[in-house]
């Protein structure tokens, strides 16, 4: 688990902001839930056999004796809470959410076990064309923020009847080659087989190339379904690769599943990561309710930007640290006291002011003065207490100072409004 220093938190805020202005656009409204709810929701929701549940959730007991559980993802919660407040009888919900998420993982570049996500659900939608919506919410965002070498790699996963059919295939296939597989696979031989093409063991990953494809394996509804997807994002001109072997580590997933991969990341490639899970909500006590839906990580999505070397412009467009309005230089009892005050009403006027805490000496506290960046610097000593007379010094230009009342703030806005 991580801090985030204020350096990096100004860099947070811009790409929040971003996407803050990107839902708001797009008819997405935020929903925030408890980050901790009880275990029994991750186990039915995600799925005893993935990984997640079985073994990288942050499990405890509370003061009565209920196993409560740090949330590892978000649909789950926000299913739940769509559920217990009737939000799907009022239609269609299309929603977002961010915040921290914990899994129980091998810390590594990319693999926290606090982690950040923004994810977006859309309840209540069955077409084609909102899957491909969803998508385009993510890549657009993605594009908005500048990060450039990503890749839309998709795949469907059909209806439960096709992944049993595949699923039987594929152990048949795997059964066969028992010998060849890593141990973690060849327990999920009996458990799980669908997440062993989603292995991260390589000579598993290079037998895997010849299995049977999922592809194959799907019904001719659920492939015209999935025909039907990537014509649209062919019309949105959304470039993507299929990729066979994608099934996503939850096991909610159905139809669509989608990850969007960055050239830039090495081992944790994928930035983001979403697809259709219309059997969830029902799952969750709440009525039949298709849903889409993705997740993306935000310490991954901030290395990429790091990375990607276009990126940094528009990085530097919204994260560069806002140098303050005024520099209050002061020094002296009184003048301490009374330059707290007056910053306090410039900046409830909406300007901002850095009040120089050290009680150096003027000279000193110049020079940080200028350091800052800030416009104008305005000093108060106790010869200026007692006199009621500031200076305003411009410090980025080269222009007259000027003299006003120390009880006069409005004198002092006016300034800083008209001479730049
Ligand atoms: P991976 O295969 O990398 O473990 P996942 O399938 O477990 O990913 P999801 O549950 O789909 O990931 O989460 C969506 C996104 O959240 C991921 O694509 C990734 O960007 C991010 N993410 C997931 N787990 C972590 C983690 N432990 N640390 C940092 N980011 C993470
Ligand atoms: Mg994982």
Redesign the pocket.
């Known amino acids: 688990m991580v801090d985030l220093l204020p350096d990096q938190t100004r860099r947070w805020q811009a790409v929040e902001a971003v996407a803050r202005a990107h839902f708001l656009r797009s008819g997405v409204r935020e929903i925030r839930t408890p980050l901790l709810e009880v275990t029994d929701l991750f186990a039915r929701g995600i799925g005893e056999a993935t990984?997640?549940v079985g073994k990288?959730m942050y499990s405890f007991m509370d003061r009565s004796e209920r196993s409560c559980t740090l949330r590892?993802?978000g649909t789950a919660s926000v299913v739940r809470a769509a559920v217990q407040h009737g939000l799907l009888s009022q239609g269609v919900q299309k929603l977002w959410y961010s915040g921290p998420?914990f899994?129980y993982?091998r810390?590594q570049a990319?693999?926290?076990?606090q982690?950040?996500?923004i994810?977006v659900e859309f309840l209540g939608v069955s077409s084609a064309r909102s899957d491909v919506e969803v998508i385009a919410l993510a890549w657009d965002l993605l594009r908005e923020l500048g990060v450039s070498g990503l890749e839309l790699q998709i795949n469907s996963l059909g209806t439960l009847e096709d992944r049993q059919n595949y699923r039987q295939q594929l152990v048949n296939w795997l059964e066969a080659r028992f010998e060849w597989l890593d141990a973690d696979s060849q327990q999920r031989l009996t458990t799980n087989p669908l997440r062993i093409l989603?292995s991260?063991n390589q000579s598993t990953q290079t037998l895997l190339a010849d299995a049977p494809a999922f592809l194959d394996a799907l019904s001719e509804e659920s492939s015209q379904r999935f025909d039907a997807v990537q014509g649209l994002l062919n019309q949105l001109e959304i470039p993507f690769q299929l990729n066979t072997r994608l099934v996503?580590?939850?096991d909610y997933y159905g139809h669509t599943a989608f990850?969007i991969i960055s050239d830039q990341l090495g081992g944790?490639?994928?930035?983001?990561?979403?697809g259709r899970y219309d059997g969830l909500v029902q799952q969750l006590g709440g009525p039949p309710s298709p849903a889409v839906g993705?997740?993306?990580?935000?310490?991954?999505?901030m290395l990429v930007l790091e990375a990607s070397a276009d990126s940094q412009e528009s990085a530097s467009r919204g994260m560069s640290e806002k140098a303050p309005d005024l520099y209050l230089v002061n020094r002296g009892e009184h003048a301490e006291a009374v330059a707290l005050r007056l910053a306090r009403k410039l900046r409830a006027a909406g300007v901002s002011v850095e009040l120089d805490g050290s009680g150096a000496a003027f000279g000193k506290q110049f020079k940080r003065a200028d350091r800052s960046g800030a416009a104008w610097a305005l000093v108060i000593g106790e010869e200026e207490v007692e006199s009621g007379q500031i200076l305003l010094t411009p410090l980025l230009v080269k222009g007259e100072e000027h003299r006003v009342a120390l009880d006069d703030p409005a004198q002092i806005l006016a300034l800083l409004r008209t001479a730049h």
């Not at 990319?110 to 076990?113: A, D, E, L």
């Not at 993705?294 to 999505?301: D, F």
Request: contains cysteine; negative net charge; proline residues 5%.
């Open positions: 990984d997640v990288e590892p993802e998420m899994r993982e810390p990319g693999r926290q076990r982690f950040h996500q994810g989603d991260k996503r580590g939850l990850e944790q490639a994928t930035v983001c990561g979403g993705w997740a993306l990580g935000m310490e991954r999505l």
